[in-house]
């Protein structure tokens, strides 16, 4: 799996126009699944991000996790996290089929509500607008078969 992760102020994503999903203080999060993803690696990424610790304390140091600054998740479905880049038009191939992401998402989104916090979401498949306010900007890229 692949995770673009932003310590946001605000975020949101609308679809036809409405707003589907949006937070506060927290992250927004670009979830990609690939093929040769499983549930284990959905539940590892999501405590390895449920626990990182990216928010400024008092002495201006990243030292505070989600949790301390009473934050949320928004997290959106995003298969162009592994589009094969190697000529001017990208291909997909390589992102999971729904049939296998849209469960490793929904459970990556389960693994983060049991970590006690609010998630928002974008809808699978669906044509969205993001929105965010970075703080920071801190922005991070996970993939599981680095971690």
Known sequence: MRAVVTRVSKASVEIGGQVYGQIERGFLILLGVGPADTEEEALRLAEKICR?????????????????????????????LYADLKSRRPGFSHAARPE???????????????C????????????????????????????????
Do not use: W
């Open 116 to 147: 006690g916090f609010s998630v928002e979401h974008g809808e699978f498949g669906a044509d969205m607008q993001v929105m965010s306010v970075n703080d920071g900007p801190v922005t991070l890229v996970f993939d599981t078969q680095c971690l």
């Open 52 to 80: 990182l610790r990216v928010f400024e304390d008092e002495n201006g140091k990243m030292n505070l996790d989600l949790e301390s600054v009473g934050g949320a998740l928004l997290v959106v479905s995003q298969f162009t």
């Open 100 to 114: 296998q992401a849209i469960p490793l998402y929904n459970l990556f989104m389960d693994k983060c509500r049991a």
